[in-house]
Every structure is written in structure tokens, then in C-alpha cells.
């Protein structure tokens, strides 16, 4: 069964820091390319970041210079560490496994990320 299982997020004042994490099968993580994306209450799911097993990567021109996505292909496992956060990148954020910067069937099941003050 193709898994993705979130773990991080949660409350952080504006400038600082926080990391995701989304471990997935090892099917999935040899064959796709892994994205993060995030939904703002009201507004469409979007790309943050995307990388792909070669370890290429892209990045919202939002988020760039203080997000940076990782993978550990060992552990089947991808990162969003997130600096220098702003109220704005309040969301709920997803990682997702399909084609580079395009998001494939498969989602975790969300992890909330509130920057406030």
C-alpha cells in the first residue's frame, strides 16, 4: 500500500524555524520525484517545492533562500526545513510523490504550519 506519512509543523512566531518531514514507501520514493505543496484556508493547493531522486531541485519564488527540501534516500524520507517564516506561509502543507513539479495521486495527510505572533 503506498503510504505518506507527515510529521512536524505546528505554532512559530514569525522568523523562525521549523522542518517537516513525510517518510514514504520505498516504491514510492525510488519511482517519483517528491513535492511539497501548501493550502491556504480559501485558496488552491500549491507547490512550495519539489525535488527528484537525483536530488534536483525547484522552488516557489516565494520560499526562496528560506525554504530548502531535502531527501534521505536511505530512509525514504523527505524534509522542508523552513526559515525566516512569515505570517503569510500559514497553510497546510502536504508532500506528495509524482512527476517533477507536477503533484502525482499520492498525499500525506496534511500537517498544519501556523506562523504567528
Known amino acids: 500500500q503506498v503510504q505518506l506519512v507527515q510529521s512536524g509543523g505546528g505554532l512559530v512566531q514569525p522568523g523562525g524555524s521549523l522542518r517537516l518531514s513525510c517518510a514514504a514507501s520505498?516504491?514510492?520514493?525510488?519511482?517519483?520525484?517528491m513535492g511539497w505543496y501548501r493550502q491556504a484556508p480559501g485558496k488552491q493547493r500549491d507547490l512550495v517545492a519539489a525535488?527528484?531522486?537525483?536530488?534536483?531541485?525547484n522552488y516557489a519564488d516565494s520560499v526562496k533562500g528560506r525554504f530548502t527540501i531535502s531527501r534521505d534516500n536511505a530512509k525514504n524520507t523527505v524534509y522542508l526545513q523552513m526559515n525566516s517564516l512569515k505570517p503569510e506561509y500559514t497553510a497546510v502543507y502536504y508532500c506528495?510523490?509524482?512527476?517533477?513539479?507536477?503533484?502525482?495521486?499520492?498525499w500525506g495527510q496534511g500537517t498544519q504550519v501556523t506562523v504567528s505572533s
Open positions: 525535488i527528484r531522486s537525483s536530488g534536483s531541485t
Open positions: 520505498g516504491s514510492i520514493f525510488r519511482i517519483y520525484a
Open positions: 506528495n510523490a509524482g512527476p517533477f513539479n507536477v503533484p502525482g495521486e499520492h
